[in-house]
């Protein structure tokens, strides 16, 4: 059994669960317990709240003791995101403009792309789940179907998406599927966002007290094309060329 799980981490082995602002230390030392028995061991945790390691190494059992104690902490999430080139996030809320994926369906999507690229699983606080601002950071958004209660505990979300993608793991190993190229980062991604809703406000485009929509309707679209850091790097050099050229 652990030859096995040793040979099929490797193909989890870009994916890291990060979890934002967690209220709990059973649920970080359940949420390693799960990542543990999936082949998974990077654990990040962002500003958690009443955090005690010992609490969470006794729920984490001995054998995933590891991946608390060498759990990565952060004070923001951007600063947690900032290495990955790909976020899927959890979101037990429907409706609106969002798109969300089944847990198979992203799973399936995201092995591929975690063979080049580092991908985050981001889950959201216990009790109110990601926030707005959160979940404008992720490319995919999942949602775990549930009969009645629609929210799952925190440990229980990571289990069943942390199974998905070890089952879609396996499957990969025997499978002709290309790996996705190697996609710009979100450190990347947020600073041609930043730039990009300058530009938008200088050429006059948008209402400067409008610029999230039309930002969040432009994320949504750059997402899915999976973007490089070539591309990204292009698209900022073409606002900068026309920015040069407006000011002449």
């Known amino acids: 059994m652990k030859g096995e799980r040793g040979k099929n981490s490797m193909g989890l082995k870009?994916?890291?669960?990060?979890?934002?602002?967690?209220?709990?230390?059973?649920?970080?030392?359940?949420?390693?317990?799960?990542?543990?028995?999936?082949?998974?061991?990077?654990?990040?945790?962002?500003?958690?709240?009443?955090?005690?390691?010992?609490?969470?190494?006794?729920?984490?059992?001995?054998?995933?003791?590891?991946?608390?104690?060498?759990?990565?902490?952060?004070?923001?999430?951007?600063?947690?995101?900032?290495?990955?080139?790909?976020?899927?996030?959890?979101?037990?809320?429907?409706?609106?403009?969002?798109?969300?994926?089944?847990?198979?369906?992203?799973?399936?999507?995201?092995?591929?792309?975690?063979?080049?690229?580092?991908?985050?699983?981001?889950?959201?606080?216990?009790?109110?789940?990601?926030?707005?601002?959160?979940?404008?950071?992720?490319?995919?958004?999942?949602?775990?179907?549930?009969?009645?209660?629609?929210?799952?505990?925190l440990s229980q979300a990571v289990m069943v998406m942390c199974h998905e993608l070890f089952s879609a793991a396996l499957a990969d190993q025997v499978s002709s599927i290309a790996p996705s190229p190697r996609l710009a980062g979100r450190y990347e991604l947020d600073g041609m966002y930043d730039e990009l809703e300058l530009f938008l406000n200088d050429i006059s485009l948008v209402n400067p007290e409008k610029s999230d929509y039309w930002l969040n309707h432009l994320r949504r679209f750059f997402n899915r094309f999976q973007l490089r850091a070539g591309e990204v790097r292009m698209i900022r050099a073409m606002m900068q060329k026309i920015s040069l050229t407006k000011d002449r």
Request: hydrophobic share 40%.
């Open 14 to 153: 870009n994916i890291a669960v990060v979890l934002q602002q967690p209220g709990y230390s059973e649920n970080i030392g359940a949420a390693a317990r799960a990542m543990c028995n999936m082949g998974m061991d990077e654990l990040h945790v962002v500003a958690a709240r009443n955090f005690n390691s010992e609490t969470a190494e006794k729920l984490a059992t001995h054998s995933a003791r590891h991946i608390v104690q060498g759990l990565q902490h952060h004070t923001t999430l951007a600063q947690a995101l900032a290495p990955f080139h790909y976020v899927v996030g959890t979101t037990a809320r429907l409706g609106g403009e969002r798109r969300v994926m089944s847990p198979r369906q992203a799973a399936e999507q995201v092995i591929p792309i975690a063979r080049n690229n580092r991908v985050a699983l981001l889950f959201g606080r216990e009790d109110s789940g990601l926030s707005n601002d959160a979940l404008k950071l992720c490319h995919t958004l999942i949602h775990i179907p549930t009969s009645g209660f629609s929210s799952l505990n």
